[in-house]
């Protein structure tokens, strides 16, 4: 499976920003995805994850600003990001499983950079 991502930029504090990922193949609707975030210097920590059955979990940090969402028929996954703040600063990665095969997958990254 190949991941895309979409949608980093530049933002100023408070902003919103939505982040896609594109997946290929046809494993897309039995995996589980999750976007994951680093910082330079920092281990890179899960931001949210969506199951096959839509269930989903947030860090505390994101809870309430963050949210994940996917459709199966475009074989995409989002992170609807709002009320940014500074520390949500990092490279985002997204980040597949296939729960028969157990095989996974990482995009290349998108950078946002939430700055005034």
């Known amino acids: 499976v190949q991941l895309v991502e979409s949608g980093g930029g530049l933002v100023q504090p408070g902003g919103s920003l939505r982040l896609s990922c594109a997946a290929s193949?046809?494993?897309?609707?039995?995996?589980?995805v999750a976007w994951y975030r680093q910082d330079p210097g920092k281990q890179r920590e899960m931001v949210a994850s969506?199951?096959?059955?839509?269930?989903?979990h947030y860090i505390d940090s994101v809870k309430g600003r963050f949210t994940i969402s996917r459709d199966n028929a475009k074989n995409m996954v989002y992170l609807q990001m709002n009320d940014l703040k500074p520390e949500d600063t990092a490279v985002y990665y997204c980040y597949i499983q296939d729960y028969l095969s157990l095989r996974s997958s990482w995009g290349q990254g998108t950078q946002v950079t939430v700055s005034s």
């Open positions: 969506i199951s096959a059955g839509r269930t989903t």
């Open positions: 193949g046809n494993s897309f609707g039995r995996s589980g």
